[in-house]
């Protein structure tokens, strides 16, 4: 191992897991790039596929990089933790609630330290209120780590500090920057990268690189157009041709492994302990249920609203002639009639359509089709337990 792959792993060895899957997705795209290998692995809790992660920031974004960003949290954690009095860290504990907040919301800096904690912060929805007083930004919510709001309401609720309380982000703007500049050179960094503004456009690229739609963060960053937004990142010919074969790629791995697929979206959630049941309603109006594990369910994020994807898989698809016969324990059962038989003597596809016109594919015995006396033309009820159900959100 070479001296600089010595060092780079001796850094890499303090990052926390999510920062690890992150850079092994990124050293992924970028080994696929250069041999011209495809990349299939899917970033950890993502919402889109790694090639998300191969646009580049232009150059005259400054912002900071995954690793450097925790460099600079470290710094500010130690620099509180080594006060060496109670009022001295709750002072720096003070900034570094700001420096957070600036970190994981994306705001600027006069938004910041205008929020109240006791109106602008939302417990429960794990967001914080900025109120748009640039006519060209609108008022909007942010989405923010739960543990940094528990931790604001905390600072906020010690005794010691009740004489700042709804005031806890009025900070002097020029004290912060120094602050923060103070901290870059703890970190290592250069101080003239590490700014308000630097802390905002490393959220907008983080957030699109991990796949988050462009949309969705020109609404968290409160931008009037999408043209503000789009100038974090740029894609190279060699980039968009690489994202497009990966698409199509995956469209036809789809339609190739998934027979039955049904697009809609969740209209109810129920969990247990274990395991959670969700309630899709799909374009052509039926009601799918599913039940995956509570594991996946927070892997997905899925949320009532939210667009999903049921797909069943052929041998899981029961058959019955008489709807009395399809009631069983299996949540789901739709009508419709068969289309074409095709068999080998040993397993027969069933190919069908729903009431409404979705196709359906069964694959079952020779002889359960002899024994159902099935034709084309024939009424049939599909019907598949709750648990047959892949959900997708790609």
């Not at 720096?92 to 912060?121: F, P, Q």
């Not at 309630?279 to 594991?295: D, H, K, P, R, Y």
């Not at 079952?364 to 009424?379: F, H, P, Y």
Request: net charge positive; glycine share 6%; with cysteine.
């Amino acid at each position: 191992m070479s001296t600089v792959e010595e060092s780079i792993l001796e850094r890499v060895s303090c990052l926390d897991v999510l920062a690890l899957e992150r850079l092994r997705d990124h050293a992924e795209a970028m080994l696929a790039q250069k041999s011209d290998r495809p990349t299939h692995r899917r970033q950890h809790g993502s919402l889109g596929p790694c090639q998300a992660a191969l646009f580049k920031v232009p150059s005259d974004i400054r912002h900071l990089e995954t690793d450097e960003i925790e460099r600079l949290t470290v710094a500010f954690d130690e620099w509180r933790d080594t006060a060496r009095t109670a009022p001295i860290r709750r002072a720096r504990d003070r900034m570094r609630l700001v420096y957070l907040m600036l970190r994981h919301s994306g705001g600027k800096l006069g938004e910041v330290l205008a929020l109240n904690e006791r109106t602008d912060i939302d417990m429960a929805q794990s967001t914080v209120s900025f109120g748009g007083a640039d006519p060209n930004e609108s008022p909007r919510k942010v989405v923010v780590p739960k543990s940094l709001i528990e931790e604001v309401l905390r600072f906020a609720a010690s005794p010691a500090n009740r004489g700042i309380r709804g005031e806890l982000f009025r900070l002097d703007p020029g004290f912060v920057r120094r602050k923060l500049y103070e901290q870059a050179r703890r970190a290592g960094l250069p101080p003239g990268r590490v700014s308000p503004t630097s802390l905002r456009h490393s959220r907008a690229v983080e957030l699109l690189r991990g796949g988050v739609p462009l949309p969705v963060v020109q609404v968290m960053l409160g931008h009037s157009s999408l043209v503000l937004t789009s100038i974090y990142c740029s894609f190279s010919d060699q980039d968009c041709q690489r994202i497009v074969n990966h698409c199509v790629a995956k469209e036809s791995r789809v339609k190739t492994s998934a027979r039955n697929t049904f697009f809609g979206s969740v209209t109810s959630v129920r969990k247990s302990p274990l395991l959670t049941e969700v309630s899709l309603t799909a374009q052509n109006g039926f009601e799918i249920v599913s039940v995956i594990t509570n594991e996946s369910f927070e892997r997905l994020g899925l949320i009532e609203g939210g667009q999903v994807t049921a797909l069943v898989k052929a041998p899981w698809v029961l058959l019955a002639k008489d709807e009395k016969m399809a009631r069983t324990s299996a949540r789901n059962c739709f009508p419709g009639q068969v289309v074409s038989i095709r068999g080998d003597g040993v397993a027969v596809e069933i190919m069908g359509l729903l009431d409404g016109g979705t196709p359906m594919c069964a694959l079952i015995t020779a002889e359960s089709v002899e024994t159902l006396d099935l034709k084309e033309g024939d009424q049939i009820w599909f019907f598949f337990k709750a648990f047959s159900v892949i959900l997708n959100i790609d």
